[in-house]
């Protein structure tokens, strides 16, 4: 168990519909990332929060978004769901902010888009 | 471009034996790490090895790093049916960068 938890662990819903995956990192950790793995793309970094403020954008597109609360979890919004957005959906989180150090992940959103 | 490739794509050995799995890289690097997914699972890390050593062990894994030639090589020893899984290496640059990880070793272990 890394202590990084995912929700919700599976998630079916509609093109065109809206959804909300949930992080809540390690204790002690301050940084949030979020993946996308599919079997074309492979593991896609997305978003990186530290301490509540956005720190680093990888292959992100315009129809997601992420927030961190002050509290640390942290949320990613897939909008205008896609059939090519089905995917797993990873959480990290480490303890700085500069993405050199061990990362540790959820068990991931399983997300199918029908 | 993919920082990180790793290479084979999937490897299947017997129990018992050693598995040897590859990665390379394009750019300068703070350090580079090894993690595993089981499938459908969120990975876990194994070992990170920084860019100023050269080999590292940890219970039956043997982690090399060698940056002349951009490469790490991950060995595991008697391997179990247990260590089945995907093996990615993941890189970690100099300034800032976040994580790049390679499309994975898928390893296959049969008893």
């Known amino acids: 168990d890394s202590g990084v938890t995912q929700t919700p662990k599976h998630l079916i819903t509609a093109t065109g519909q809206r959804v909300t995956l949930r992080c809540s990192p390690r204790?002690?950790?301050?940084?949030v990332y979020w993946y996308q793995q599919s079997l074309d793309q492979g593991l896609q970094f997305l978003i990186q929060?530290?301490?509540?403020?956005?720190?680093a954008k990888g292959n992100i597109l315009e129809r997601f978004s992420a927030q961190q609360f002050p509290d640390l979890h942290s949320e990613l919004n897939l909008s205008s769901l896609e059939l090519g957005d089905s995917a797993l959906y990873f959480c990290?989180?480490?303890?700085?902010?500069?993405?050199?150090?061990?990362?540790?992940f959820g068990p991931g959103t399983r997300l199918l888009v029908l | 471009s993919q920082q990180g490739e790793e290479d084979p794509q999937a490897l299947s050995i017997q129990e018992g034996e050693n598995a040897t799995m590859n990665c390379s890289y394009k750019?300068?690097?703070?350090?580079l790490q090894w993690y595993r997914q089981n499938s459908g699972r969120g990975l876990v890390h194994l070992i990170l090895i920084r860019s100023n050593e050269r080999e590292k062990h940890s219970g039956r894994l043997r982690v090399t790093l060698d940056t002349s030639k951009k490469s790490s090589s991950l060995l595991i020893t008697a391997s179990r049916a247990a260590d089945t899984a995907s093996y990615f290496c993941?890189?970690?640059?100099?300034?800032?960068?976040?994580?790049?990880f390679g499309p994975g070793t898928r390893l296959s272990v049969l008893p």
């Open positions: 990290a989180s480490s303890v700085g902010l500069n993405g050199q150090e061990t990362q540790y």
């Open positions: 204790s002690g950790d301050l940084s």
């Open positions: 750019t300068s690097i703070n350090n």
């Open positions: 929060y530290y301490n509540g403020e956005e720190r």
């Open positions: 993941a890189t970690a640059g100099n300034y800032g960068q976040n994580f790049v």
